[in-house]
């Protein structure tokens, strides 16, 4: 299992990059991010809520109340344009991490 | 014999006891929890289960409040946006207003021109300095000479406005047109000034925001 501050620290440019793809709604954003990471990254289901509402009142996302299939109430998230600012922004940071750890862990092997 | 609409009834008066706010974010909880539960029992799950992991996933009702306690005012990047834009407001209302005052009134030519031409060097003063001028600003480490800064932005357009008023009006002989005009001009600093020293003040606190948090 993954530490809890790196979930935390990872869950808005996962948010913003899941949402790039199109629109979508809470539940399915857990399942989405469970289901890539093998059920390594797993966030208290309660806890995307305020994280989503946060990216809201940030203006990096917006929301809309729609129904499901089912004819069930659901809330969608849609990237915003400052949202796909702050997801650039993200990836560039979370490379440099990556690329550092990457090359220090093969000066190890080598 | 569990009902399960008896028992989201139930979660929810917790959750409203526990401070979380209804309709909104409470809503969007329970309609979370109803996929979670529509999901669980399409896997076979009995309702009883289905609701108990489901509200056990959501999690506490204290913590969620704490959560969107914090998720609830806007952070500083909003409120600066939101002061630019009530900045760019009052000197786009400013510049209309004595543009619309130069037309209107009985006003000689040359006055008119120069009145013009304050309002033009305003709205130019404050797009270089807002635009361009910020990467030669210096960033300022101390916190005391920033909150200092802020307050000299916030003090020098009125101290000049007083100084202009009480020193400078008094000691110039001027028909009432020309002092229509003079404050035109004189309302440049009160608008330049404290542009300048906010963004000064609004770089530094950028700067060490990224130092902190990078």
């Known amino acids: ?5 790196l979930v935390a620290a990872s869950a808005e440019p996962l948010i913003l990059s899941l949402l790039a793809k199109g629109e979508s709604y809470g539940y399915a954003i857990i399942q989405e991010v469970k289901a890539r990471s093998d059920g390594k990254l797993q966030w208290t289901d309660g806890m995307l809520y305020p994280v989503l509402h946060r990216m809201e009142h940030r203006g990096l996302i917006k929301s809309r109340w729609g129904e499901s299939e089912t004819g069930r109430k659901r809330k969608y998230y849609t990237l915003k344009k400052d949202g796909k600012t702050a997801m650039a922004k993200h ?3 979370w490379s440099l991490v990556h690329s550092v750890l990457a090359g220090l862990k093969k000066e190890q092997y080598v | 014999m569990f009902n399960l ?3 989201i009834a139930d979660w929810r008066r ?4 526990a401070g979380i706010q209804t309709p909104v974010p409470l809503d969007e909880l329970e309609s979370h929890l109803r996929e979670d539960i529509a999901q669980q029992m399409k896997s076979g799950s009995d309702e009883q289960k289905a609701f108990a992991l489901a509200v056990a996933k959501m999690g506490p009702a204290f913590t969620l409040k704490r959560e969107f306690k914090r998720a609830g005012g806007p ?3 909003q409120l600066r946006r939101r002061g630019g834009f009530a900045f760019a407001g009052v000197l786009g209302s400013y510049s209309l207003a004595i543009t619309w005052l130069l037309f209107t009134k009985d006003v000689a030519y040359k006055e008119r021109l120069s009145g013009l ?3 033009v060097t305003t709205l130019l003063s404050v797009y270089v300095i807002w635009k361009i ?3 030669f600003f210096p960033v300022v480490a101390s916190k005391t000479v920033r909150s200092s800064l802020g307050l000299i932005g916030g003090i020098s357009g009125p101290g000049w406005l007083l100084v202009f008023i009480y020193f400078i009006l008094p000691r110039c002989d001027v028909t009432l047109e020309q002092l229509r005009v003079a404050i035109y001009w004189a309302m440049v600093p009160v608008l330049v000034l404290p542009t300048s020293s906010f963004l000064i003040f609004d770089k530094s606190e950028k700067q060490q925001f990224t130092t902190t948090h990078s």
């Open chain 2, 133 to 135: 001028l910020p990467r």
């Open chain 1, 1 to 5: 299992m993954i530490r809890k501050e």
């Open chain 2, 14 to 17: 917790q959750m409203i006891a």
């Open chain 2, 5 to 7: 609409e008896q028992s």
């Open chain 2, 75 to 77: 952070d500083k990047a």
């Open chain 2, 117 to 119: 031409a304050s309002v």
């Open chain 1, 91 to 93: 990836h560039e940071q």
